[in-house]
């Protein structure tokens, strides 16, 4: 508890700036105070499904995936920044009044909450201050006193429900009996990290229960990909509801709770490239994109011209090579499933073309397997990039085959 206290003096002190925290296996939060009071929490385990998580809950009108939250976050200055990401996107929400305040401060106030309850326990802090004379007016002032006694809530609610697993054992083996399934011995049971992610063992088996004492919704999520706390906010319970029903499962064998990563982070705007890398070309190179999702034409043109490019988005597939051929673009994006022609048939059709056989190609689908990636490269497809699509792998696709034009060509002629 030494790190609470500490965090009560940075309150009684009225600390201004960030407080990194560090334990001894180098799990690492930051808090952000204003005048001795937090602003914003972030980091641990899994900030960015926590962020998520809270989206979800708080702001169901937002995407929850992170192409269209980098799309955003090139829209924020660095001077925006002083909070963090997450707070730099929740300002511009506000601003732009896709969320109302009421619901960013809701979004905060769990997320510190969430934060505070994972550093409860933990042992050998120590702590890193950066001060900071001035700061932008926050969303929301939190008093540490109120927040920390939230947290202390949230984890005795998780602590109950290991009681509330044992009251329900003998129900369970009322079941396992009547399915004549031998009764196995009881461990000690251990509280698994909420940031676990249950794997199943006896899929039949489990099943069979859940269907029985559950939604039979909870199968679905319980794919080793989601943790405890995600579950808990798709299946819309509470964290010890769900602990409580699935401890049991545990005790029984059906399945294990093993450690997942994270979701992957964002690129910072002040990381993305602002100009095109073919940079001392007469104009920036031009990339197509022929899908028929209006949704994924829009990602792609604000991600890509916010990097420097030109953008040709095309949702008509019949019409695709036509306009091609009158644009001329560096880069292609070509969609594989489509209404009216496929993507095999265009990028077929693009390499007996003299002024696109060298021109990089690159598939997008959401069926990444191996006969989809030999049929790409049949028909002379550059790579193949999954859906969904993220920030960092589009303009890593990008960098990596896009090659200068010499800089005597004009860059729409550099691939004849």
């Not at 809530?153 to 396992?176: D, P, V, Y």
């Not at 209006?294 to 090579?321: C, N, W």
């Not at 095999?344 to 003299?354: A, F, M, P, V, W």
Request: neutral net charge; hydrophobic residues 40%.
């Amino acid at each position: 508890m030494r790190q609470i206290d500490f965090l009560k003096s940075l309150e009684q002190l009225r600390f201004t700036g960030q407080l990194v925290q560090t334990d001894s296996t180098g799990q690492q939060w930051t808090i952000y105070f204003v005048q001795g009071q937090i602003t914003y929490a972030t980091g641990l385990q899994h900030p960015v499904r926590r962020w998520r998580r809270h989206l979800l809950t708080y702001c169901p009108g937002i995407p929850t995936y992170r192409l269209a939250w980098q799309i955003d976050l090139s829209k924020v200055t660095d001077d925006e920044l002083i909070f963090g990401w997450e707070y730099a996107l929740l300002r511009l929400w506000v601003t732009q009044q896709r969320i109302t305040q009421a619901q960013a401060c809701h979004l905060i106030r769990s997320t510190v909450t969430e934060v505070l309850q994972d550093i409860l326990l933990m042992q050998k802090v120590t702590n890193q201050l950066y001060r900071s004379s001035s700061s932008p007016i926050p969303l929301e002032l939190l008093e540490v006193e109120a927040m920390v006694s939230a947290a202390e809530t949230l984890w005795q609610q998780w602590q109950n429900s290991q009681s509330q697993n044992s009251q329900s054992q003998n129900s369970q083996s009322q079941w396992q009996n009547t399915q004549l399934v031998p009764d196995p011995v009881m461990p000690n049971l251990v509280m698994p990290n909420p940031d676990d992610a249950p794997v199943v063992k006896q899929p039949e088996a489990l099943q069979q229960w859940i269907a029985a004492h559950a939604s039979p919704n909870l199968i679905r999520l319980l794919n080793g990909q989601r943790s405890l706390r995600d579950i808990a906010t798709e299946s819309k319970q509470t964290l010890s509801e769900v602990a409580a029903l699935l401890l049991g499962c545990v005790q029984m064998g059906y399945i294990e709770f093993v450690p997942i990563p994270d979701l992957p982070g964002l690129v910072f705007q002040r990381e993305l490239p602002k100009t095109s890398p073919s940079s001392h070309l007469e104009s920036p190179a031009l990339i197509a994109c022929i899908d028929d999702s209006r949704m994924v034409r829009k990602m792609m043109e604000e991600l890509l011209t916010s990097s420097g490019y030109q953008f040709l988005g095309i949702a008509d597939p019949v019409r695709a090579i036509g306009v091609l051929l009158a644009r001329k673009p560096q880069f292609i994006f070509l969609d594989l499933v489509m209404p009216n022609a496929n993507g095999y048939e265009i990028c077929e059709k693009l390499r007996k073309l003299s002024c696109f056989r060298h021109t990089p190609i690159v598939i997008l689908t959401s069926n990444d397997g191996y006969a989809n990636r030999l049929r790409s490269n049949f028909v002379g497809a550059t790579d193949f990039l999954s859906k969904p699509l993220n920030a960092e792998t589009v303009l890593s696709m990008v960098s990596k085959h896009l090659s200068p034009a010499p800089a005597h060509l004009p860059a729409s002629t550099s691939s004849f």
